[in-house]
């Protein structure tokens, strides 16, 4: 068969010619949309389950979220393995799928589980999947840094929460943008039992009345003059006065108690079950970019590190965003080691095949095909949708010996 396919291609030298042009140009495309990364992405394909239950010690989250829930994931298609985690006010469950599941089809798997067992969970107890993305996905950090000291940790946090995080998970590829370190702002309200007991209020009573304080509320339309207005009651808190001016109830000689009456009202930060440092330097608020499941890293931290460029303009005087972690600078020092060594191979195979043969033309047969074939092999790769790593790329560099001597 070789000996037919060698007498083709000798019968047909503008069709082989064409092809391998061909091929060439297919390749080049190739390798400019083929993903790059430094590791390849070797973890399994998981779907993460949060459901927080605010407040409940370790055992009770094991016991009325994580059981059922884990009990249930066992059920879903393609699952090999569910593990589940309770901590504090906080349970995970990580299923894991066989190998080659699509990752987006077993996360739609997962929903509709989840959906049937809603009504098993606790009241108020919603369990939510975790980004799409994999273990390998932590691409990039930074932090927001005010040597200055004119801004707090909470206005920071604010910052990062309010403004960074949504303009950065508005870029191409970007599964989730976490948030870490700093004060997330409340309004704390802390009852006093004595005032309570005083005045005849229990906490059921505090918290229906500031559940129905903080709604809004639309009415009809009104023509007036042939014109239409839209009546709504405006109800959102939004200051402490607000907050101390709730109605709970009424006393006995029908003067309304007020939630200011039995409580000391504040903003003031979430608890908080960890910091983030830099350097020794003191606290500071930081922002993890996690990299969609499949993606581009190489690409997709060229837009982050742009994105935050442009935002610059926009932060308070004084605060700087300061990268922590930047994998794109190990990707291209693999990448380029690896390219220069594949660069070394090509010199060295042309050159032994030129004094070796000492024949021009017949040294161009393993010169020529030594790249064609490179190329062809990025070929595959894009359509495999394997990503360009130390791993793939080592391998081709570790096939040129073999190339060689098929050419040969």
Not at 272 to 292: F, K, N, Q
Not at 337 to 348: A, D, W
Request: proline residues 4%; glycine residues 8%; neutral net charge.
């Amino acid at each position: 068969m070789i000996t037919a396919v060698i007498r083709w291609s000798m019968a047909n030298r503008f069709l082989v010619v064409l092809a391998t042009l061909f091929a060439v140009g297919w390749g080049m495309w190739s390798v400019k949309n083929t993903p790059i990364d430094a590791l390849p992405d070797l973890s399994d394909v998981q779907v993460i389950i949060r459901t927080p239950y605010a407040g409940q010690a370790p055992q009770i989250v094991e016991n009325q979220v994580t059981y059922p829930l884990t009990t249930t994931m066992l059920s879903v298609p393609g699952a090999k393995t569910v593990r589940g985690y309770s901590f504090f006010g906080d349970s995970y469950v990580y299923v894991l799928f066989e190998d080659e599941t699509d990752l987006y089809w077993a996360r739609s798997r997962v929903l509709e589980y989840l959906s049937q067992m809603q009504g098993q969970l606790p009241a108020g107890v919603s369990p939510s999947l975790g980004p799409d993305a994999t273990g390998v996905g932590w691409i990039y950090q930074y932090a927001l840094v005010d040597r200055s000291g004119q801004h707090d940790l909470a206005q920071l946090r604010s910052l990062q929460d309010w403004f960074l995080k949504f303009e950065l998970k508005t870029l191409a590829n970007v599964a989730e943008v976490a948030s870490l370190g700093g004060m997330v702002q409340q309004y704390q309200v802390q009852l006093d039992p004595i005032r309570m007991i005083n005045r005849g209020i229990t906490q059921r009573q505090v918290t229906d009345a500031i559940t129905r304080a903080n709604q809004e509320a639309g009415g009809a339309l009104l023509t007036l003059a042939e014109r239409e207005f839209m009546v709504r009651a405006s109800g959102y808190l939004k200051t402490l006065n607000d907050f101390k001016s709730i109605p709970i109830t009424l006393a006995a000689d029908g003067v309304p108690i007020l939630l200011g009456e039995v409580a000391d009202i504040r903003r003031g930060p979430e608890m908080r079950r960890g910091i983030a440092e830099l350097d020794g330097e003191g606290e500071v608020v930081g922002g993890v970019i996690v990299l969609r499941s499949g993606k581009n890293a190489r690409a997709t931290i060229t837009a982050v590190k742009d994105k935050l460029e442009t935002l610059k303009a926009s932060l308070p005087e004084g605060v700087e965003i300061v990268t922590t972690y930047d994998r794109s600078k190990l990707i291209d020092r693999a990448v380029n080691n690896l390219g220069i060594k594949l660069l070394e191979e090509f010199l060295v195979v042309a050159l032994i095949c030129a004094l070796f043969l000492w024949h021009l033309r017949s040294s161009m047969v393993a010169i020529i095909s030594l790249p064609v074939g490179v190329l062809v092999s990025f070929i595959v790769m894009h359509q495999q949708g394997i990503n360009a790593n130390i791993m793939s790329l080592g391998g081709i560099a570790i096939a040129i010996g073999a190339m060689v001597d098929a050419a040969w």
